[in-house]
């Protein structure tokens, strides 16, 4: 008998396109989350996932977010494919290592920044907004991916929204929608709030293994 329509994605689409969770906010991505996840070290990407692409600094909330996970003994280093001076700038100003041009989805530069990191690589996550560069390059190096919806998709490049269609149209093709811990959220809700809900929510969805 051939397998019905909702069976048939776990078989047919690849790892390297499957994020391991999958959240609908950064913020839902708590500390005490990552840390019942075992998760020591963060790669975590810029455009997109910590400030929107053409914005040069951080929202309030997303710093408070940085600071409350590093508070919690995860160590952090970006990864990104922009370039060294517009990548260096926000990260000096947050206080986190860097790694720039990163070419993703190439697995090189998460490799460098697991070293960085000085963090098991099983204890090591990419974390970032597009399955086409972070997710496979997050696979690829041999870590888990946390896949997060993007920060004001519309102010970027034509060829990353054009892509963002394919990502839904895979998305809905795996079965999978991102879970929130906080059902109406405008993201600016605060992190003892965030947290007292994942500490008692389901926080995330791991996907299955095939
Ligand atoms: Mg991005």
Request: aromatic share 8%; glycine share 8%; hydrophobic share 45%.
């Amino acid at each position: 008998m051939k397998p019905n329509a909702d069976e048939r994605p776990a078989r047919v689409f690849p790892q390297w396109l499957r994020p391991t969770y999958y959240f609908s906010r950064l913020h839902d991505v708590s500390p005490q989350w990552l840390q019942s996840q075992s998760l020591a070290g963060l790669l975590i990407d810029l455009d997109s996932t910590l400030k929107p692409y053409r914005q040069a600094t951080v929202a309030p909330e997303v710093l408070a977010w940085i600071r409350s996970v590093q508070a919690a003994g995860i160590r952090l280093c970006i990864v990104s494919n922009g370039g060294r001076g517009r990548v260096g700038a926000t990260a000096r100003e947050l206080g986190l290592p860097f790694l720039a041009r990163a070419l993703k989805p190439l697995p090189w530069r998460c490799r460098q920044g697991i070293r960085l990191l000085n963090v098991e690589p099983s204890a090591v996550a990419m974390l970032g907004d597009q399955l086409f560069a972070d997710v496979w390059a997050g696979w690829w190096a041999g870590i888990r991916t946390i896949l997060v919806t993007p920060l004001d998709p519309e102010q970027e490049p034509f060829v990353t929204r054009w892509k963002r269609g394919l990502e839904g149209w895979w998305l809905k093709r795996l079965g999978v929608m991102p879970v929130s811990v906080t059902e109406s959220g405008s993201g600016a809700e605060s992190l003892a709030a965030v947290g007292e809900a994942a500490s008692s929510l389901s926080p995330s969805r791991e996907l299955p293994d095939e």
